[in-house]
């Protein structure tokens, strides 16, 4: 009794938690959020050229409101990329992906100006040789970290690697290969082993993984690469089926052309999350069918794919129905239905800069957030002014984008700003509300 009981309240309170593409084990901030968090790229010649933490007021109600409150830099360049936070939201990862270097920030203490807890510096060795710490995703009370490649060849084979919340070591899972399938049914032509995002469903007891390439391409300029036919081989071309509990691969599915970021549904019959594919421009399906199997499906095109748009950050609605959509390389978001999710129909794009790349919504989905950077030799130089590196703050009121912030990161010497997380000082009690 006491078990089922501890799983009903483990439901109850977390099974539609946070914004709408973060862990279903973490808290999530319903109402208006106070800040948000850039891992921003330090750039040579801007500013103090180091990565950075940049914390933004975005309150309407703030006094601070539209300001950077506090930047935090870490030292050097380490090609900074993702974060996570962990279940309890007290604090953010945020990895670098030449480096390897993990900086752990505690934003509890004072939401407004988080501080450096902990640097992670020996990821490659205890990991076993994987290199690019990308995804950081929460689980109870551990963190589950997906690589891009490895310390052999650098090329795209590649593995999670779990932490507790602490920071320790726990354990090494490799992405499953023609030569090491490790247990996992191969259900098309690819097993390629390459490894990029991380999402659960945990009611089907579900962890997904896609695919992209290694640090010898990730590391490259990118006119050089894509002029490489050699090297735009090397990209990955799979999604695996997990089995959540075990940390055991259980199905190989083929997704050409290096699928992405993943956004798995929140209603309770929705077994299914969608990805997007960066050099074949589609819009994909993972979904459970009627024998309760994991297929995979192409269901909606992104842009003229004869255009390279580069589709890159997505960002799925918390009733489902809806998907926002980004292709970097002409600056536009778009909004797909996906409220028949086997045919998304895009609905609405709007131009957002020069670049864009990632895209965070509230919880509500009334204020959509957008980013530029996407990697630092990937990123175009000009032209120069505020449409190129900036963070920019919508509502949306169902039918239109209405800008209501900006920041030029170059003109305020800060660097390319990329990924974002929310903040909010209720998550955290009466004492850091009044502060």
Same mark, same amino acid.
């Given at each position: 009794m006491r078990t089922?009981?501890?799983?009903?309240?483990?439901?109850?309170t977390y099974a539609f938690a946070d914004e709408t593409c973060m862990s279903p084990y973490m808290a999530k901030i319903e109402g208006q959020e106070d800040f948000v968090y850039v891992w921003t790229l330090g750039i040579e010649g801007v500013g103090d050229e180091q990565d950075k933490l940049v914390t933004v007021d975005v309150n309407p109600e703030s006094e601070d409101y539209g300001k950077v409150v506090a930047t935090l830099s870490v030292g050097g360049r380490n090609e900074a990329h993702h974060t996570g936070l962990t279940d309890d939201r007290r604090y953010l990862w945020a990895g670098g992906l030449d480096t390897n270097k993990i900086f752990i920030f505690d934003i509890h203490t004072d939401p407004a100006e988080p501080t450096l807890h902990e640097t992670v510096a020996d990821f490659v060795d205890k990991s076993g040789g994987v290199v690019g710490p990308h995804t950081f995703y929460a689980l109870p009370g551990?963190?589950?970290?997906?690589?891009?490649?490895n310390n052999r060849d650098h090329g795209g084979r590649t593995a999670l690697v779990e932490y507790t919340n602490a920071g320790d070591y726990v354990a090494t899972y490799w992405m499953p290969t023609d030569d090491q399938l490790m247990g996992a049914e191969k259900s098309g032509q690819f097993a390629d082993g390459y490894g990029y995002d991380v999402r659960v469903l945990p009611r089907?007891?579900?962890?997904?993984?896609?695919?992209?390439?290694?640090?010898?391409?990730?590391?490259?300029?990118?006119?050089?690469?894509?002029?490489?036919?050699?090297a735009m081989k090397a990209f990955g071309n799979t999604m695996v089926a997990w089995d959540l509990h075990a940390r055991q691969p259980r199905k190989v599915l083929d997704v050409p052309g290096a699928p992405l970021e993943i956004r798995c549904a929140w209603g309770e019959d929705h077994d299914y999350c969608f990805t997007s594919t960066a050099l074949t421009s589609k819009l994909w399906l993972v979904y459970a069918d009627q024998?309760?199997?994991?297929?995979?499906?192409?269901? $909606?095109?992104? $842009?003229?794919a004869s255009k390279i748009p580069l589709p890159v950050d997505i960002s799925i609605s918390n009733d489902d129905t809806r998907l926002w959509v980004n292709t970097w390389n002409d600056g536009m978001t778009r909004l797909f239905d996906i409220s028949d999710p086997h045919n998304a129909k895009q609905i609405f794009e709007k131009k957002i800069g020069v670049q864009v790349n990632m895209v965070s919504q509230s919880w509500d989905g009334k204020r959509v957030y957008y980013t530029s950077?996407?990697?630092?030799?990937w990123d175009k130089k000009s032209p120069q002014g505020p449409d190129l590196q900036y963070l920019k703050v919508y509502d949306f009121d169902g039918k239109e984008l209405t800008q209501t912030l900006a920041i030029d990161f170059l003109a305020e010497k800060l660097g390319a700003p990329h990924q974002m997380r929310f903040g909010a000082r209720a998550l955290y009690g009466e004492q850091v509300t009044a502060r």
């Open positions: 089922l009981l501890a799983l009903v309240l483990l439901y109850t551990r963190m589950m970290l997906s690589g891009l490649s089907r007891n579900l962890m997904l993984t896609s695919s992209f390439t290694g640090w010898n391409n990730y590391m490259m300029e990118l006119g050089p690469l894509m002029a490489d036919s050699e024998d309760g199997e994991w297929q995979a499906e192409a269901v $909606g095109d992104i $842009g003229d950077s996407l990697l630092a030799n």
